[in-house]
């Protein structure tokens, strides 16, 4: 891979990278949290000149202002990061734009409209349509300020000088406040339609114009429109009369801006893909280190039947090449050497360590291995009954005397590999101490198994018993009588090993 030749794990690893920056940006480009992100990264870089430039306490300063500064946007804004984290449902959060979770100016319009009637706040909303209505209206003020639900309540809020009349809205703008409407002359109308109605009406007679008119005394919001009124009962149909309402043709302000927002998120990908990519290369392209790696082993397949007596040599040089960003990074278990022993058999096996017993993480190339094979010794494992024999140590309480020890199970059986258990008659219990044998007595002892690759049997005990008696020792006159019968069976067996 070092050598020029991009793997298809590459380019996914970069387009996958790429992708998580992106959803990163995505997700959180209006928050200020992610201001103070850039601020980090900006340290960061900031930070390696420092190093390269071996200026050791800007980059020791710089170091920790970025540790703070991670501090500081997980604690300040904890808030904003939740609500950005919790909004979204995992589709939203893998694909979708949380830019689209803005209200469009017609939501907007609506939910302030509907909230207005809720309040009893009376207004009369003008959204022009294709024909113009300048000569139809007057008394206007200049607003042109950008919808938001506040603004729209506060411009009718009752003690608010603008309140009278209505506000004529484009796109997303709040173009006039104040404005008088022509007054529908018409004689039907219901007669809790006052003057309100009828210049909502009366404008929407003569022209295109949508007029939606709140109501002060009844709370109802209607929409007047080719010289009908009509009331609407929730925010999504009222939505729905404003989306249609738009011009055709020209493009209103929230369908710009969407296409200024999707202008920056392809601009955001083809800097994501950018930046992972320089940092790809960086890594894996720069100067390549060679180095020497000792790896153990790892004997794999082992036949039921056969235990490895001895392999030589236990461990293997590795010489491996790779990126110097990637080999400062190697740990020693990302190596492993894995030899098959599934076709080895008894006795000596000279096996070869090729490149494909070799494990290397992505990145990082093999040069050369040393030695060429490994040496292994097999045994068939056999079973065997030994004698247990009990390892005395120390010496026995001059006033004292053994006059017999038993050891039950007199054998156990052990499982082990041939050639060790052909040489093997007894076993021994752990060390017992006669220095600490006072009188007659039961102890429990385990059994020491050795060398380590002996096992012991199914249904033998790891642990033994041993009974002994021990009596006073004669006196040195009984101990001549004794003598001279020739009987001296009672210090048999306590001789230390
Ligand atoms: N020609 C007009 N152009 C714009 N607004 C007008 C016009 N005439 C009246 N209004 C607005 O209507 C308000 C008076 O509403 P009025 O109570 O008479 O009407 P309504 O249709 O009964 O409405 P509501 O149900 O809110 O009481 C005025 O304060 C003014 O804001």
């Known amino acids: 891979m070092l050598s020029g030749i991009i793997r298809w794990q590459d380019i996914l690893d970069i387009l996958i990278n790429s992708y998580i920056l992106f959803r990163i940006y995505i997700l959180f480009h209006e928050t200020n949290a992610f201001r103070v992100i850039i601020g980090i990264a900006i340290l960061w870089i900031a930070q390696k000149v420092a190093v390269g430039l071996g200026l050791i306490i800007t980059s020791w300063v710089l170091q920790a202002i970025i540790a703070v500064a991670a501090i500081i946007i997980i604690v300040v804004f904890r808030n904003e990061l939740r609500t950005v984290l919790q909004v979204h449902n995992l589709r939203t959060f893998l694909w979708g734009s949380p830019l689209r979770v803005q209200e469009t100016p017609s939501e907007i319009i609506a939910r302030a409209a509907i909230q207005m009637g809720k309040k009893r706040i009376g ?60 007054l529908s002359q018409r004689s039907d109308l219901p007669t809790f339609y006052g003057t309100r109605h009828r210049a909502a009406l009366g404008l929407s007679e003569r022209s295109d114009a949508l007029v939606v008119v709140v109501s002060e005394e009844r709370g109802r919001v209607s929409v007047a429109k080719k010289g009908n009124i009509q009331a609407v009962p929730d925010v999504e149909t009222l939505k729905q ?29 083809v800097v994501s893909l950018a930046v992972i990519t320089s940092i790809w290369f960086g890594f894996t392209r720069s100067r390549d280190v060679i180095m020497a790696v000792d790896v153990p082993i ?62 290397l993480p992505p990145g990082i190339t093999l040069s050369r291995i040393e030695p060429h094979f490994v040496e292994v010794v097999l045994d068939r494992i056999i079973t065997k009954k030994v004698d247990v024999q009990i390892d005395w140590v120390g010496h026995l309480d001059s006033s004292l005397t053994m006059l017999s020890a038993r050891v039950m199970p007199k054998t156990v059986t052990i499982v082990g590999g041939k050639s060790i258990l052909n040489s093997i008659d007894t076993v021994y219990t752990a060390p017992v101490r006669l220095d600490d044998i006072k009188e007659s007595g039961t102890i429990t002892v385990p059994l020491v198994l050795a060398p380590a690759s002996l096992k012991l049997a199914p249904g033998s005990p790891e642990r033994v018993k041993i009974e002994y008696t021990v009596i006073p020792r004669p006196s040195v006159k009984e101990t001549e009588a004794t003598q001279n019968s020739g009987n001296n069976d009672a210090l048999q067996g306590v001789e230390a090993r």
């Open 298 to 359: 790892e004997f794999t397949g082992r036949p039921a039947d056969l235990e490895i007596l001895d392999a030589r040599p236990s461990q293997v040089r590795l010489h491996v090449s790779g990126a110097s960003a990637l080999m400062r990074s190697l740990k020693p278990q990302q190596i492993s050497v894995q030899v098959s022993l599934a076709k080895a058999t008894e006795g000596v096996n000279a096996l070869p360590i090729t490149q494909e017993n070799v494990y």
């Open 241 to 269: 009369e404003l989306d249609q309402q738009a011009k055709p043709g020209k493009p209103v302000e929230t369908r710009k801006e969407r296409t200024r927002e999707r202008l920056k998120s392809i601009i955001a990908a």
């Open 123 to 182: 207004a009369l909303m003008v959204f022009p349509g294709r024909e113009d209505i300048t000569e139809l209206v007057h008394g206007g003020i200049p607003w042109n300020g950008k919808v938001s639900q506040e603004m729209l309540l506060s411009i009718f809020w009752p003690d608010n000088p603008v309140h009278d009349g209505a506000a004529i809205i484009e796109g997303d703008t709040v173009k006039e406040v104040g404005v008088l409407l022509p």
